[in-house]
C-alpha cells in the first residue's frame, strides 16, 4: 500500500498509513474495532480525490466474498458513527472525515467543476441554526449544511 498524501483531509493526518494508525486508536477508544473490511472502506475514502458512493466501493471489493450491500452500509455505517466519515446525504455518496480527533458539525463545500468536496467546521453555524430550530419547538436531529459552487482550482 502507497503511503500518499491526505492533505484533503484538513486537520486529519497527513499520511494514509498515518491516518489508519490513528483511525484503529480512534475505533478502540469509542469502544468499536477497525476490522479488515472497515479498514478496507476507510482507506477507499481516505484516497479519493471526491466523495464515493457505497456500490463503487462494492465493486472494488469485488473479489471478497463476504462484501454485500448490506456489509458495506453496516460499515460505513460504523465509521459515521465513529466520526471517521460523513455521508453527503444530496449525492449518497462518502467522504472521509477530515477532522476526526474532535467532534464537529461539517460544512461540505461541493465543486460543480471537478466533483470534490471539501469540509469546513461548521460550529458557529450550527449553533445559530439549532438555536432558530429550537425557537420553532423542532426536536433536531441531525443537520447536513452542503455549499455549492466552484473550488478554487476550477474557479481560476
Not at 41 to 67: G, N
Not at 84 to 90: C, D, G, P, T, V
Not at 116 to 127: I, M, N, P, R
Request: charged share 25%; hydrophobic share 40%.
Amino acid at each position: 500500500m502507497k503511503d500518499r498524501s491526505l492533505s484533503h483531509l484538513g486537520c486529519g493526518p497527513a499520511q494514509l498509513a498515518e491516518a489508519l494508525r490513528e483511525a484503529e486508536d480512534l475505533c478502540r477508544k469509542r469502544g468499536g474495532a477497525l476490522t479488515p473490511l472497515r479498514k478496507m472502506v476507510l482507506t477507499f475514502l481516505l484516497e479519493a480525490d471526491r466523495p464515493i458512493k457505497a456500490y463503487d466501493m462494492l465493486q472494488k471489493l469485488r473479489d471478497d466474498r463476504s462484501a454485500n450491500p448490506p456489509t458495506i452500509y453496516r460499515t460505513l455505517e460504523f465509521l459515521i458513527e465513529t466520526g471517521l466519515a460523513h455521508r453527503i446525504e444530496s449525492l449518497n455518496a462518502y467522504v472521509a472525515c477530515g477532522h476526526w480527533d474532535h467532534g464537529h458539525a461539517a460544512v461540505f463545500l461541493l465543486c460543480e467543476g471537478c466533483g470534490s468536496a471539501g469540509e469546513l467546521h461548521a460550529g458557529e453555524a450550527y449553533k445559530k441554526l439549532a438555536q432558530e430550530v429550537s425557537g420553532v419547538n423542532f426536536k433536531m436531529r441531525s443537520a447536513v449544511i452542503e455549499v455549492r459552487g466552484l473550488c478554487q482550482a476550477c474557479a481560476a
